[in-house]
């Protein structure tokens, strides 16, 4: 009977890299180890898998009856309906609220990445690592520590991508994670609609109503196709009673926001930020936060 690896709900490059990269150790150990996941693949890791050759893990949302190896998770919650056989655990998050009728292999990091952990397991148990196995489990990393960006990146975590991306035979790993970072923030063909809407707040500023959205993004050159029919929209939310609204397009890698401004008081919102708005736009070094670092300076202005 085959065993099942599995990572969390609303799999991440992390939980679906992981759960192939062990059920290819246990397959070289002389286990009948089947990867799985619970959903489907977001666009990043569709994007990994595409790129060294995978396809989608099969997905199980039912653990009844089988033997299950968990990845990436160790919560009941975050786990397949009918979890009870749980015969090994492979994690980096606190320790959850799973449990078993029998000892188990269970083994725990705090380090930035589930795959750090399995190059671990790997090394410790003189196995190779496939060359397409390395490549996925160097985007894990890449991903769950935002390029070692994230403060949960450990030195370990530097040191996993170093020697995987050697196996994998990845020269650029910045240009992997650029890549990937594309793809999850990927908006061509959504309606300007939708990507107004997807971030969108509206504050009240000592009686005058201001809108903020904001979109995450790789590279501002992902905006440049609709920014005159996002300036458009803006324009017509205004309209409707506002007496500013605000735009931020947040570039993640250069860390600052391009913020759009269509409002009755531009000078006040120069004021806000400290900056010159150039055709209705201004570069907001280093703002990446809505909540700390635009809606403050915001309320400072309008006096609230
Ligand atoms: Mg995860
Ligand atoms: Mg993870
Ligand atoms: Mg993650």
Redesign the pocket.
């Known amino acids: 009977m085959s065993i099942y690896v599995v990572g969390h709900k609303s799999p ?4 679906v890299a992981s759960a192939i990269a062990y059920a290819a150790l246990k397959k070289a150990m002389g286990v009948d180890a089947v990867a799985a996941m619970q959903g489907e693949l977001n666009p990043e890791s569709k994007l990994v898998l595409d790129r060294f050759g995978f396809s989608a893990p099969t997905i199980m949302t039912d653990a009844a009856g089988k033997q299950i190896m968990l990845v ?1 998770f160790s919560d009941l919650a975050q786990g397949p309906a009918n979890m009870s056989d749980v015969v090994e655990v492979v994690d980096h998050h606190k320790i959850g609220d799973v449990t078993t009728n029998s000892p188990i292999f269970f083994y725990a990091k705090p380090v930035g ?1 589930t795959c750090t952990v399995i190059n671990e397991i790997y090394k410790t148990n003189g196995i190779a690592i496939d060359k397409k196995v390395a490549g996925i489990m160097t985007a894990a990393i890449l ?2 520590t935002v390029n070692f960006k994230s403060p949960t990146c450990t030195p370990d975590d530097k040191a996993a991508v170093k020697e995987l991306a050697a196996i994998a035979g990845i020269a650029d790993t910045s240009a992997l994670f650029m890549d990937m970072l594309k793809a999850k923030s990927a908006i061509d063909g959504v309606p300007v609609k939708d990507l107004l809407n997807r971030d969108y707040k509206d504050f009240d500023m000592n009686g005058k109503k201001v809108g903020i959205g904001q979109l995450e993004l790789a590279t501002l050159d992902q905006a440049a196709g609709c920014r005159a029919d996002l300036v458009k929209a803006l324009t017509a939310l205004k309209a409707e009673g506002r007496h500013s609204v605000l735009f931020m397009l947040t570039d993640v890698v250069k860390e600052g926001t391009e913020l759009l401004v269509v409002s009755d008081d531009p000078a006040l919102i120069e004021k806000a930020f400290g900056g010159k708005l150039t055709n209705g736009a201004m570069w907001c070094p280093g703002m990446m936060s809505r909540k700390k670092q635009t809606v403050p300076p915001m309320q400072k202005a309008f006096g609230c």
């Open positions: 991440d490059t992390d939980s990436d990445c991903s769950d």
